[in-house]
């Protein structure tokens, strides 16, 4: 079956970086679009990247823009999200996931989706 395996998320200063991954398995990893979504404490789901099949297209929410890398290795069915510069509104669970397009991720939780990991940023 789908799964879908998040790690890398930890308590982090303002400024500092982290890199999330993703172990998906039970499907044909390199014919689908994937994505980032976050959850917030107290909020609902947010889609914060999207990446295309082949990896050349990233799209960003506007507030991650210029400080998030979303990137795919293909051969390992593994995605990843790198994050500089991090702030306390990145604060949040991450869930990777599978994407209608690179912009448009799902917005309620997935039956396939992991436990997410994650990420706190504070002082």
């Known amino acids: 079956q789908v799964q879908l395996v998040e790690s890398g998320g930890g308590l982090v200063q303002p400024g500092g970086s982290l890199t999330l991954s993703c172990a998906a398995s039970?499907?044909?990893?390199?014919?689908?679009?994937m994505g980032w979504v976050r959850q917030a404490p107290g909020k609902g789901l947010k889609w914060v990247s999207g990446?295309?099949?082949?990896?050349?297209?990233?799209h960003y929410v506007e507030s991650v823009e210029g400080r998030f890398t979303v990137s795919r290795d293909n051969a390992k069915n593994m995605l990843y999200l790198q994050m500089n510069d991090l702030k306390p509104e990145d604060t949040g669970v991450y869930y990777c996931?599978?994407?209608?397009?690179?912009?448009?991720?799902?917005?309620?939780?997935?039956?396939?989706w992991g436990q997410g990991t994650q990420v706190t940023v504070s002082s």
């Open positions: 996931t599978k994407c209608t397009s690179p912009w448009d991720c799902p917005k309620v939780r997935q039956d396939y």
């Open positions: 039970g499907f044909t990893f390199s014919r689908e679009i």
């Open positions: 990446l295309s099949t082949g990896g050349t297209r990233r």
